[in-house]
């Protein structure tokens, strides 16, 4: 073995440096391949959750610390300050409880109602809890890594929110863990409405965490500061009435087309340690299906 | 430059983990710009002292890993990985020769070939991207390059009496 190598390293005066050319411009045109062919959501999927398995055990690692200091300092909180948290939250509960009976009421008026208006029921959504890691991504992108994966029935696609609202939604999953973009994201965009109007429009990520924005309003468009954006559910994708964000600055100018609308996350995009997996499962939400005319055309396919 | 060196694969091998952890440990947020970037620095320092072992196939591995851990676009930090390992593989005989500071300024030189292959790459997907954020670590690596050639060296003398 020892003298392989010496071979190698002594032949490798005049022999390595093409040799090294070469594995040079075929690593960079497969990094290029790999790029462009990753840049198709979902094309390298299989590549990717694979090696994500592969660094699970490391970003736990990387995480150890920190949720180890969680633990000191739950299992080291006085006795007073539990007492403190167990009252606030108690009280919370309560209030919590009083908005649920009035909810229950509400949703079987508005089950009934949608009835009589044909349109079909919002079905019941599932959710699940996640833990987000300490780990940092790039600081490029809005991403965050969950500890649920396809173990836990997470799939690509499904939205995630925290208690204040939308946060994201998974990107890549993993058996143990997923990757989620969240809405901030450059690449990331979700349909909303206004939830005082009910106008609609998308809410497009800016990069920044805290900053969203809305670039297909028209100028005359009906948007104050301080209105709510809630999620439409159109495009199938993140259930509806979850809230967004809040409408931060409106800035018109009448030499253009379009109002420059930016608006504030609701979700705390960085400061959720838990977040919810939402296992939406929903009622299409468009046009209604053409009727059936004859019974030959209906019976094609 | 450096004489001795460790053989041990385990010690190539342990040493590449460490600095992708290192990658991902949370920092403040004001910090996370000014992030050393530690995979290039072992790989470059791999590089200088085995190239015959550690060159562009092991900086495509670990870019690869990077880019899965960092959750960017599959093949980014390849691409800079591969590139840097090529420069720092081809010149190695030079740069060991180098005195200190000179190499400590080519390692933000390479750094900064890195940072600009990120950023044009992320730009070409349609990510924004600010070239002056990348610049800190340009600084927090080549300041790092010292310490970590002198870590290494004593590592080494010491798994030798071992």
């Keep these: ?301 | 430059m450096i004489t001795r060196r460790p053989k041990n694969l385990g010690f190539l091998i342990g040493g590449f983990i460490v600095a992708l952890a290192l990658e991902v440990l949370p920092l403040p947020t004001w910090a996370e710009p000014a992030r050393p970037a530690w995979v290039v620095c072992a790989l470059i320092w791999w590089c200088l002292n085995s190239p015959q072992r550690v060159n562009v196939g092991t900086a495509f591995a670990l870019g690869i890993v990077l880019d899965v851990l960092k959750g960017t676009l599959l093949g980014q930090h390849a691409l800079a990985l591969t590139l840097v390992a090529a420069l720092a593989a081809r010149f190695h005989l030079q740069l060991r020769v180098f005195p200190l500071w000179q190499q400590t300024s080519l390692i933000g030189v390479l750094t900064l070939l890195a940072g600009v292959v990120l950023w044009w790459t992320d730009g070409i997907s349609g990510q924004p991207g600010n070239l002056a954020l990348r610049l800190p670590t340009v600084v927090t690596t080549a300041l790092l390059w010292p310490w970590l050639v002198e870590l290494m060296r004593s590592l080494a003398r010491r798994s030798e009496t071992f």
């Design chain 1, 1 to 301: 073995m020892a003298e392989r190598f010496r071979t190698a390293s002594s032949g490798s005066l005049f022999l390595d440096a093409p040799t090294l050319g070469a594995k040079t411009v075929l690593f960079v045109a497969l990094a290029i391949v790999m790029m462009m062919i990753d840049r198709r959501e979902g094309a390298l999927g299989a590549v990717r959750s694979t090696l994500e398995v592969v660094v699970y055990p490391l970003q736990l690692a990387v995480d150890a610390p920190s949720s180890f200091g969680r633990w000191v300092g739950e299992n080291l909180a006085s006795r007073n300050t539990l007492l403190e948290r167990n009252a606030g939250l108690s009280a919370r509960e309560l209030e919590a409880a009083s908005l649920l009976q009035r909810m229950a009421a509400l949703e079987a008026e508005n089950t009934r109602l949608r009835e009589l208006m044909g349109s079909s029921a919002r079905l019941e959504q599932k959710v699940a809890v996640a833990e987000v890691l300490a780990v940092d991504l790039d600081p490029f992108r809005q991403r965050i890594v969950i500890n649920k994966g396809s173990n836990a029935g997470a799939y690509v696609g499904q939205p995630i929110v925290d208690a204040n609202g939308i946060m994201g939604q998974l990107a890549s999953v993993s058996p143990f863990s997923a990757q989620a973009v969240l809405i901030t994201d450059a690449s990331h965009a979700l349909p909303i409405e206004v939830n005082r109007t009910g106008l609609r429009s998308i809410a497009v990520g800016t990069g920044d965490i805290d900053r969203l924005e809305l670039p297909y309003l028209p100028n005359n468009a009906d948007v104050r500061e301080g209105d709510l954006l809630v999620s439409s559910g159109l495009g199938g994708r993140f259930p509806r009435g979850f809230p967004v964000g809040v409408v931060r600055k409106v800035t018109r100018d009448p030499g253009k087309a379009f109002a420059v609308i930016e608006a504030a996350p609701a979700a705390q995009l960085n400061r959720s340690r838990e977040v919810l997996m939402v296992f939406a499962q929903f009622a299409f939400v468009g046009p209604p299906a053409p009727a059936p005319q004859g019974g030959a055309e209906a019976a094609k396919p």
